[in-house]
């Protein structure tokens, strides 16, 4: 299994400012049986209200700091951590989480090699 964990300001589309991951993306990874949840500056109030606003039954919510949490959380599997700051990848590499760049990478191709999709879009 994979656990994906996304940041939410700069890199999802609900974020302050919005990055370019759709909600469509999000959903298609819970689909598709990965383990998904946020980790970001975000109040875990903040983001369990987001996730519930937009009907999203996430996994789990971090802050950044507690991102090594995940993987004592759900343990032998793969990790990796979207988000669009040097603070996102620190965290990642420190909690041992793949580390993808939302904005300097190419994400959604990324997030489409994992079989993931926008339906909107796609």
């Known amino acids: 299994m994979q656990v994906i964990s996304f940041d939410i300001d700069g890199t999802l589309e609900v974020g302050d400012p919005p990055g370019q ?10 689909e598709n ?12 109030s903040y983001q369990k209200e987001l996730w519930k606003q937009h009907n999203i039954a996430m996994k789990f919510t971090v802050l ?9 959380k759900f343990p032998k599997n793969e990790y990796v951590h979207i988000g669009d700051t040097e ?3 620190m965290m990642a590499k420190g909690a041992d989480f793949e580390f993808v760049h939302s904005i300097d990478d ?4 990324y997030l ?11």
Do not use: F, M, T, W
């Not at 991951?21 to 819970?30: C, H, T």
């Not at 949840?37 to 875990?44: A, E, Q, T, V």
């Open 21 to 30: 991951i759709s909600l469509a993306y999000v959903l298609s990874a819970i």
């Open 33 to 44: 049986g990965y383990i998904v949840g946020s980790c970001s500056d975000r109040p875990l």
């Open 64 to 72: 950044k700091q507690n991102l090594h949490e995940v993987r004592l």
């Open 87 to 89: 603070v996102d990848q």
């Open 106 to 109: 190419d994400v959604l191709s």
């Open 112 to 122: 489409k090699a994992l079989g993931l999709s926008d339906s909107s879009i796609d």
